[in-house]
């Protein structure tokens, strides 16, 4: 019982941690810049610039590997690092199938930052690597996240992109704007997929 209540209030720190509600604060975490190429209801075409990431990779269910993903990089960001420097928390906050029996974790680092100039881990399990610029479609959507939810949003997100005609590589990266605390109806959610 002890062990799910500090599961619990770990779980509610993050979620705080995201929302840029700790210590007091009330800012916005940064967010993800982007350009819209065309929108169609609830799908669009972005171009995303370079950016710096921290990901973690775990092995085993969604949940669980979620979970351990969050909070090795939250860890990270609050400066357990080789040389202590705590980031200000950034949304969204994405999880992508490894396609090898876990889930990647993934937080975008301040844009200030880039991959050689980012804190280094004292976690070697936390890899900070550099994206490309790239093209992506998403799809927005409201609610819970679970493995089931982000396969049923890929499967929309590919239909519509295949009647189309447009292609994607296929690494559909679930993204969530929200903090856990927030009523499932008003979670900014998104599926992306890079495009060929």
């Keep these: 019982m002890r062990g799910m209540r500090l599961r619990l209030a770990v779980l509610a720190l993050a979620g705080l941690a995201v929302s840029g509600c700790m210590q007091g604060t009330a800012s916005e975490p940064e967010k993800l810049a982007y350009t819209v190429a065309s929108a169609e209801n609830e799908y669009e075409i972005r171009n995303y610039g370079a950016q710096a990431v921290a ?4 092995r085993g269910n969604y949940g669980r590997s979620v979970e351990e993903g969050y909070i090795k990089l939250e860890r990270y960001f609050l400066g357990e690092n080789v040389v202590p420097e705590a980031m200000p928390m950034t949304v969204p906050v994405m999880v992508r ?3 090898s029996g876990g889930w990647t974790t993934i937080f975008m680092l301040p844009a200030e930052y880039r991959a050689e100039s980012a804190p280094e881990p004292t976690d070697r399990r936390v890899r ?5 610029p790239r093209k992506v479609a998403a799809i927005r959507f409201p609610g819970k996240l679970n493995e089931t939810v982000m396969r049923e949003q890929a499967a929309k997100l590919d239909f519509w992109l295949a009647s189309r005609g447009i292609s994607h590589k296929g690494d559909y990266t679930l993204a969530n704007y929200a903090a856990a ?3 499932s109806a008003w979670r900014e959610n998104e599926v992306i997929v890079t495009l060929n």
């Design 55 to 58: 990901q973690y990779t775990a």
């Design 97 to 99: 199938d490894d396609q």
């Design 128 to 132: 900070v690597v550099e994206l490309p």
């Design 181 to 183: 605390w927030v009523p």
